[in-house]
């Protein structure tokens, strides 16, 4: 896995090793950034399930200002450190080790805003929706941000309350789901 484009280009990013994470494919990451660019600069990016941090490392690379990414797994939190570090990113990046609920409670309670969200949960998990509640109620998305969640093409994505879908790309075996506020009429 590589960083495709911007300031830190071409370089190498360590994964976890076996089935704790599913990084996401290249080909779904550069589209993914292809729709996103005119976003990125000066971006705050939250980085939800982050495993190796590859999404939000890539939103740094392309010009966001600052990603927080978030993951449990403590693997995880040193991969990406590691891959920040690595890719001169470690100022802009923080890494917050803690479940999702707990760390969207913490980011809250922070007053933090965000303009864009990527969630990429297990898809199993069913855990997208709560996620997608949390951060509404948390006030976590600027009123002209949103969100992207990565999806398994099998499972739907149940209405949430304050959020509607604005656009939807989908791949074989995988959905990118982007939603925004209700009233913003993008």
């Not at 309670?109 to 199993?124: C, H, R, S, T, V």
């Not at 009123?143 to 990565?150: F, L, M, N, P, R």
């Not at 099998?154 to 506020?181: D, H, N, S």
Request: net charge negative; aromatic share 6%; glycine share 6%.
């Amino acid at each position: 896995m590589r960083v495709i484009s911007g300031a830190a280009k071409g370089r190498k990013l360590q994964t976890i090793e076996g089935l704790a994470t599913r990084p996401t494919t290249d080909r779904i990451k550069e589209t993914l950034f292809n729709i996103i660019a005119f976003d990125l600069p000066a971006a705050v990016f939250l980085d939800l399930f982050s495993g190796s941090g590859a999404i939000g490392i890539e939103a740094l690379s392309r010009g966001a200002r600052e990603a927080v990414f978030v993951d449990h797994n403590p693997q995880c939190q040193q991969v990406i450190q590691d891959n920040l570090m690595h890719t001169k990113m470690d100022k802009q990046g923080r890494v917050i080790g803690l479940e999702v609920p707990n760390a969207l409670a913490q980011l809250a309670k922070e007053k933090a805003e965000f303009n864009i969200i990527f969630l990429d949960p297990p898809y199993e998990a069913e855990l997208a929706e709560p996620t997608l509640l949390e951060i509404v109620k948390g006030g976590l998305l600027k009123k002209d941000g949103y969100i992207i969640v990565e999806r398994s093409a099998q499972i739907p994505l149940a209405p949430i309350q304050g959020l509607r879908v604005w656009r939807e790309k989908e791949y074989r075996t995988t959905v990118l789901t982007f939603l925004c506020l209700e009233e913003n009429n993008l």
